[in-house]
């Protein structure tokens, strides 16, 4: 069975722009959640979709976006970026409602200059 | 407010021996702690998830434990391999109501010489 895969793998913005990444789950999870990490705040929660639905939000500024389709894949959008949006953004997926073990992707390596 | 510790935050030892990290949090409210494995520039993969209702979880040379008393978990790696050089992470999961949420700890850097 496949895993978790991320598009792209690595991105190159200037700061102002706008980028989306994208996340596809293990065949059968219905859960995606999103997560930032940065050598100075480590890894952080950004959200988590659900049968579309966004659950959970972390605390992170509206410029982070994010939202899920039918097929379960999911994208996160950051609008006007800025150089502290540098990081490496990871997805993660669960199978339904009854497991909480999460299965991460390789991740999308951002650099805003 | 949770907090996850890992300490310490780099580890390095010979070929053979036996590794043990650790992991507390301040919260025992948990569902469930997970331990993750991250390699350089890479994503995480899932080593061990321990449900709150259990004490430990072993899986070849590694094992977990859990204990939500004292606000502790260890993880357990015999033998250890060079292979084994990672950075561990511990993560905590929120009960139901947050679910699908981690929060994390720093991480411990381990470097297993040959």
């Known amino acids: 069975k496949a895993g978790v895969t991320q598009t792209p793998r690595y991105l190159i913005k200037t700061r102002g722009q706008q980028v989306t990444l994208s996340c596809s789950p293990i065949?059968?999870?219905?859960?995606v959640s999103w997560y930032q990490q940065t050598p100075g705040q480590g890894l952080q929660f950004l959200f988590e979709?659900?049968?579309?639905?966004?659950?959970n939000k972390g605390n992170f500024p509206g410029r982070f976006s994010g939202r899920q389709f039918s097929n379960s894949r999911s994208e996160m959008n950051v609008s006007t970026l800025e150089l502290g949006d540098s990081a490496l953004y990871l997805c993660?997926?669960?199978?339904?409602?009854?497991?909480?073990?999460?299965?991460f992707g390789p991740g999308t390596r951002l650099t805003v200059t | 407010k949770q907090e996850v510790t890992q300490i310490p935050a780099a580890l390095s030892v010979p070929e053979g021996e036996n590794l043990v990290l650790n992991c507390s949090f301040t919260?025992?409210?948990?569902?469930?702690l997970q331990w993750f494995r991250q390699d350089p520039g890479k994503g995480l993969t899932s080593l061990l998830l321990?449900?709150?209702?259990?004490r430990e979880q072993t899986s070849g040379r590694l094992n977990a434990s859990l204990d939500k008393s004292s606000g502790r978990s260890t993880l357990y790696i015999a033998a250890s391999q060079p292979g084994d050089s990672a950075t561990y992470l511990c993560?905590?999961?929120?009960?139901?109501?947050?679910?699908?949420?981690?929060?994390f700890g720093a991480g411990t850097q381990v470097v297993v010489t040959p």
């Open positions: 993660a997926s669960t199978f339904g409602q009854s497991s909480y073990e999460q299965y």
């Open positions: 979709y659900f049968s579309e639905t966004q659950r």
């Open positions: 065949s059968g999870h219905r859960s």
């Open positions: 321990i449900q709150s209702s259990q």
């Open positions: 919260d025992s409210a948990i569902y469930n």
């Open positions: 993560a905590v999961g929120y009960p139901v109501g947050l679910r699908g949420r981690l929060q």
